[in-house]
């Protein structure tokens, strides 16, 4: 399948094929009685009214009853907003007013901002907007073809809020779409917030320009100034994404005072990792982690021993080991023989996986090092 944002005939359109449509298709994400087929799913560049439209070389006869072709359309169109259509010739004239009249719904929270000579707004919306839920269940489509396990929210909950980001050159051009990132506010007792990022979502012609970190550092802090917020949690994090929040994290914590004057010889992880937490509103993992790269970079500079950095990060990972290694040995006298060696056997093998954990920790810690000075907001 084909994604396609239309800008109403612009120079620059926005084309990307989905990689994901077993919840559309189905698992084996083959569609029975086609020949050349192409499914190509087209957007407003701004609004985000969608087209669904098919052309195929081949197609098997309607009026075989035991061989009939998949009704391609009515499935992509049931994971569609409401609105959308499959007339060509009538989405081309929305396309082109769309690119005119479009304007963001929400309250706009940052603006003119510069990533490789584009301009890019960003605008936050909630259920409470004029709009947003006639906007937001076309934006969700989204996550269907980009995300494995994509889903939707609520859009009667105005605890979700969304941030919207646009590349808008100039007052004469369209916006265009290009990320966004859902945030849920859940209760941090008795009276605060605990805003949770859930998904968090590149266009993949914009992916690898800064956009996804520009973002996420503008969402991370609006949320950082609002007095409510307790701190800042996300919900099952990739890799990339880790990397990414590593990244600004780090970056803000060394623009802290505070962390320009850490006495690396003799702070502890806990005071290192509270710290963290009360001036940059991080949660208590997260912040540890920074802590932990921040030490790094400490070895790096000859700010801090590389043993103490071992230590810290080592400490942590085996705790979980520790506590049940001491559980075994208490039972270890009860065992027979053949027990007592598979127990031993699968010790090692638990030491071993330790050490491969400090190393692929230690490895990401120094890639995001590394990569900090590269940042653009």
Known sequence: MHIHLDCGGDDSPCSFDTEFTHQVIGETEKIFGYEGLNVKISYCCGSLRACVSLTYDECISDEDEFAKPDNVIGKVKQWMAPDTITDVKEFQKIAQEDAKAFKPIGTQIASNLILKDNKYDIFMASAADEGFKEFHARAQTFPIWMIERGSWLDLDDTNWRVFYMFEHKDEQSPYKFVA??????????????????????????????????????????????????????????????????????????????????????????????????????????????????????????????????????????????????????????????????????????????????????????????????NIQY
């Open 180 to 373: 966004m990132t859902t945030v849920y506010n859940y209760l941090a007792y008795p009276d605060q917030q605990r805003p949770r990022i859930s998904q968090h979502l590149v266009l993949p012609p914009y992916q690898g320009a800064g956009v996804g970190t520009c973002l996420l550092r503008n969402v991370q802090k609006l949320l950082r100034s609002e007095d409510t917020t307790k701190d800042i949690t996300v919900e099952s994090p990739s890799d990339v994404f880790s990397f990414v929040r590593d990244r600004i994290d780090c970056k803000d914590a060394l623009n802290l005072d505070e962390i320009k004057e850490l006495d690396y010889a003799h702070v502890t992880a806990n005071e290192g990792t509270l710290l963290l937490q009360n001036k940059l509103k991080l949660c208590k993992p997260q912040a540890r982690r920074v802590f932990e790269i921040l030490l790094l970079m400490g070895v790096i500079n000859g700010k801090a021993e590389k043993d103490k950095f071992e230590n810290i990060v080592k400490n942590r990972l085996s705790q979980s080991y520790y506590r049940e290694h001491l559980v075994k040995q208490k039972l270890l006298h009860s065992m027979n023989q053949k027990e007592q060696i598979a127990l031993k056997r699968r010790d090692q093998e638990e030491k071993y996986q330790l050490r491969q954990a400090f190393d692929d920790l230690q490895e990401t810690y120094a890639k995001v090092a590394l990569s900090i000075s």
